[in-house]
T-cell receptor, first 114, second 113 residues
């Protein structure tokens, strides 16, 4: 089955700096790559996603890049703010053929210091 | 707005008890999932269901069973709770399609003593 590895497990940055979280996946059939943010005590929520026919997607301060050849994708957060502090999960999914099942990375705890 | 609710936020049970965790979604999603979340281990899939009365094992199904009698409701059952099942349990749902986000419930913190 699919295996998703996520690095680093913890990341600490100063406010205003950039943060990058990287994930690799094993199944070349995966075609959907969402990123979820989980604030302390809250449920995970989607912040950005990318499909396999796109190499990069940006939404304000966050962006995701995908390299299908190398089977890795990354989350980039620029101009970090204290409210970006959370656990971030990447995931990979084969989509319609697998009931929308996603395999998740182990998570990255991001701390943004004021 | 999609809403996924879980029957309890916190639950304390004794070893050997039968435990029911219930999840309800209100957006007519076909697919529903149960995960457990432990520090450093991410979200591990226990079971999922793609239709009423249909279920499939996830990555860690041992010690758990599920029930889906109605489309909006997906129950997780611990037949005989053990201390190693102390965890945060998250339910999620999604539409069938090429690729769709999962909508999560608020989670149930289960402690087995």
């Amino acid at each position: 089955g699919e295996n998703v590895e996520q690095h680093p497990s913890t990341l600490s940055v100063q406010e205003g700096d950039s943060a990058v979280i990287k994930c690799t996946y094993s199944d070349s059939a995966s075609n959907y790559f969402p990123w979820y943010k989980q604030e302390l005590g809250k449920r995970p929520q989607l912040i950005i996603d990318i499909r396999s026919n796109v190499g990069e997607k940006k939404d304000q301060r966050i962006a995701v890049t995908l390299n299908k050849t190398a089977k890795h994708f990354s989350l980039h957060i620029t101009e970090t703010q204290p409210e970006d502090s959370a656990v971030y999960f990447c995931a990979a999914s084969i989509g319609i053929s697998n009931a929308g099942k996603s395999t998740f990375g182990d998570g990255t705890t991001l701390t943004v210091k004021p | 707005d999609v809403k996924v609710t879980q029957s309890s936020r916190y639950l304390v049970k004794r070893t050997g008890e039968k435990v029911f965790l219930e999840c309800v979604q209100d957006m007519d999603h076909e697919n529903m999932f149960w995960y457990r979340q432990d520090p450093g281990l991410g979200l591990r899939l226990i079971y999922f269901s793609y239709d009423v009365k249909m279920k499939e094992k996830g990555d860690i199904p041992e010690g758990y069973s599920v029930s889906r009698e109605k489309k909006e409701r997906f129950s997780l059952i611990l037949e005989s709770a053990s201390t190693n099942q102390t965890s945060m349990y998250l339910c999620a749902s999604t539409l069938t399609g090429i690729a769709n986000e999962q909508y999560f419930g608020p989670g149930t913190r289960l402690t087995v003593t």
